[in-house]
């Protein structure tokens, strides 16, 4: 196993540069909503939004997010069911707010990321710890994006799935550059793309077997890369079908 040393990146420091909070959601929720013209006081309306934020992250892993009632939502919180109404209409809304929002984060840091990154090689290792990280430095929003999808209206579930999905065809794109410089071996892609994505989410879904096991992000972060990144530069003719 490589030295800790020889990560593209560091847990430390990539969550100073690129924070992931319920703050930095609330923020972006409001501003994304328009809520200035019916709340003009921001950082009162940040509050609140993040107060919502956690509550409902709260909820969600108690109880399921179906089964939280805005009585509920009103309790955890610690508002009345007017104030909540004031951001949203519906738990349906509600949903889709936290979801489309948090998700485009996620979406955006990538971008900020692979600006700093020009060779394959380095890019996919930098895109598979980053995204460890954010699940490290967020897991209950990763462990909502995954469980509460299925409370999505239908059209919100095929927008959500697309989002969701961009961080496989991140993946992807980086290993077909990686194919077309010389730099990897690999007949599809997007089928590899979606394996490394499966063993990310291993790290978020089920936290309780690493931390009995004592094992860090960045330990988690160096195996993967370790099963990774040498089969993809390993040339292969491929398996034949057994009859």
Known sequence: MPALAELPLRFREFSAEHPLSTARLARQIYHDRLFQGRIKK????????????????????????????LRDLSREAEMSMGGLYAYFDSKEELLRMIFERGQRTVLEIFDELMISFSEAGAKLQAAICAHLYLSEAFPKIFYFFFMEAKGLTHEDQRRSIVLEQSTELIFASI???????????????????????????????????????????????????NLVIPYLKQPRSGYSSIP
């Open 175 to 225: 290993i077909e550059e990686g194919v077309q410089a010389g730099v990897f071996h690999c007949e599809n892609p997007l089928m590899t793309a979606a394996m490394i994505k499966a063993l990310l989410q291993d790290w978020y879904l089920k936290r309780y077997k690493y931390v009995r096991r004592k094992i860090s992000v960045e330990d988690y972060a160096t195996q993967v890369l």
């Open 42 to 69: 921001e950082e009162k309306a940040v509050a609140n939004l993040e107060r919502i934020i956690r509550a409902v992250l709260r909820l969600s892993q108690k109880q399921g997010f179906a089964a939280m009632s």
